[in-house]
């Protein structure tokens, strides 16, 4: 399996690219998962990105997944440098990469896309940093580390989905959940609580905000604020809202997402053609 060493820590990458006809490297999905997942929560929208020809990097942050828990601190900044290394040592251009970010990954891959080199950005589920989330992840914390993983696997997976999750779904997020340490969750949730709020109006980048319409955890309200602060033009920004979608949009509308996802990515291609 791919891992990466960066700053004492090991992580866990996807690297699947896809077959390019010209000589310059086609588009990059930099795929940054969630509080509580991984990379494969991707994993049910990238064979069709592949099929469009879109590249597919996704990594396990920090403490989540197989990227193992070491005791070190981290925020959304330090993850974010971790992206940028990985990206790095891989050889991979930002300014031909778009990077996809859920829940807590959009604020890294704001953080990201802040920077002004990068190709595009996707959000799903968007989270703006806010003390009025403080007092909700002091409480998880506070039943993770007395319960342990599975008190989060046992309410999350029906609570955080909307009206069209089914069993299969439910299953899902609870392996993603159990495939987590407390010690690991703990340190992304104060990473959440210590996350400052990106300088928006420095992306100029093109935007896609996938908002879910049932999504108890990151609302709308939210998704609107984060675009109404944006720097991109707003021709260039796109809000699609999923109908008895909840908060994990990729498990839960996945073909919708999939679709969204790759037509965005053929534009930016077709951008980086021109240009």
Partial sequence: MPFIQTGGKELYYTWSQAKTTGEQPGLTLLFLHGLGSSSSFYATIIPRLLEAGLSCLAVDTYGSGLSKFTGQDQDTRTIAQDARHLLSTLGVDPGRTVVVGHSMGCIVASELASDGNFAGMV??????PDPKYHAAFGKRIETVKAQGMEAM????PTAATGSRSNSVHHAFIRALLLSQTSGGYVSLCNAIVSARRPDYARIRC??????????????LGDAKAIIASLGTDPTAVQLEILPGVGHWHCIEGADEVGALVTEFGRRITTTIIQN
């Fill in 206 to 219: 093109p935007v896609l905000v996938v908002a879910g319409e049932e999504d108890k955890t990151a609302s």
């Fill in 123 to 128: 959000l799903l589920g968007a989270i703006n």
């Fill in 153 to 156: 696997a046992n309410t999350i």
